[in-house]
């Protein structure tokens, strides 16, 4: 069964850091282009940044740039966004998905995670 799982997820205070990380089963990431997305209550879903099937290129939302940074590691079959200076407005539940498109529209994604929480309070 293909499945996406994230992980890494709490509650943090404002200026603290997180990582986030995307482990697959049922198959290999080494095809896809994988997104990390984020749902806040009562927003709709928003690409926070992607980055190709090799890791050469990524693309990230103007409201992480500089703070958040997305790596894979195909040999662990994983990708991580590290979140830095973490702010209030950053909560939400994020969502790693894979597909072959290099968007961070979410629609053309194939394969979603069930999310984790990321909460920043202090």
């Known amino acids: 069964q293909l499945q996406l799982v994230e992980s890494g997820g709490g509650l943090v205070q404002p200026g603290g850091s997180l990582r986030l990380s995307c482990a697959a089963s049922?198959?290999?990431?080494?095809?896809?282009?994988i997104g990390w997305f984020r749902q806040a209550p009562g927003k709709e879903r928003e690409g926070v940044s992607c980055?190709?099937?090799?890791?050469?290129?990524?693309n990230y939302a103007d409201s992480v740039k500089g703070r958040f940074t997305i790596s894979r590691d195909n040999a662990k079959n994983t990708v991580y966004l590290q979140m830095n200076s973490l702010k209030p407005e950053d909560t939400a539940i994020y969502y790693c998905?894979?597909?072959?498109?290099?968007?961070?529209?979410?629609?053309?994604?194939?394969?979603w995670g069930q999310g984790t929480q990321v909460t920043v309070s202090s």
């Open positions: 980055v190709s099937n090799s890791g050469g290129i990524t």
């Open positions: 998905a894979a597909g072959f498109r290099m968007t961070m529209s979410p629609r053309p994604y194939d394969y």
């Open positions: 049922g198959f290999t990431l080494d095809y896809y282009v």
